[in-house]
């Protein structure tokens, strides 16, 4: 079948119409600590022991009711790209 072909046989389809505005509009993303986190294969109190970033709000930002700032926003991405080096230098004694 042809892509053509494809889109117009799902079109006929009730169940698999294409997602309008107003539906992406409803939707909501999943947080990036929450996909960083799942990553990990880590619980929330193991990520905010962890990456000593408060379970509250750990939580708060999971459940969409407050967002990381620019700053953490950052942090969480070193978090994703190099876990066991920051957790290293988190945990690390100071000589």
Known sequence: MTPQAVEAAARTD???QP???ADLKRMQRTPQAKIIRRALA???EEFSVRYH???GTLRDWEQG???????TQAYLKVIAREPERVER???????
């Open 19 to 21: 997602l309008t505005p």
């Open 65 to 71: 009711r407050a967002e990381p700032d620019q700053p």
């Open 53 to 55: 970033i408060p379970l």
């Open 42 to 44: 880590l619980t929330q």
């Open 14 to 16: 009730p169940d698999a």
């Open 89 to 95: 230098v988190l945990n690390s004694r100071p000589h």
